[in-house]
């Protein structure tokens, strides 16, 4: 099992940016996939951004062109990094961070981002 905490998240007015982390702790193996997905009030989860262990990434639609997803793989420190640029209140979500690994997949408790004047 893997542990996942999150930080970073807060309020933001309207273009700002905000950087995300997710530090992973407990079974970590070689080959995963982490991530962050968001999730609005009302509306489904929804994937924002991937990361494999060999560096290959992928975006929704929503964050592509604004949001940079990143990681530190040094020993010790499998963290991974979310920053969003240019946000816009339809960004305000709870973000939740994802690891996956051999058909396990673990989730963290979430961090509040609100995009507000």
């Known amino acids: 099992q893997v542990q996942l905490v999150e930080s970073g998240g807060g309020l933001v007015q309207p273009g700002g940016s905000l950087r995300l982390s997710c530090a992973a702790s407990?079974?970590?193996?070689?080959?995963?996939?982490m991530g962050w997905y968001r999730q609005a009030p009302g509306k489904q989860r929804e994937l924002v951004a991937t990361?494999?262990?060999?560096?290959?990434?992928?975006?929704g639609d929503s964050a592509k062109g604004r949001f940079t997803i990143s990681r530190d793989n040094a020993k010790n420190k499998n963290t991974v990094y979310l920053q969003m640029n240019s946000l816009k209140p339809e960004d305000t979500a709870v973000y939740y961070c994802?690891?996956?690994?051999?058909?396990?997949?673990?989730w963290g408790q979430g961090t509040q981002v609100t995009v507000s004047s």
């Open positions: 994802n690891h996956k690994a051999f058909g396990f997949s673990d």
């Open positions: 407990g079974t970590i193996y070689s080959t995963y996939t």
């Open positions: 990361i494999t262990s060999g560096g290959t990434t992928n975006y």
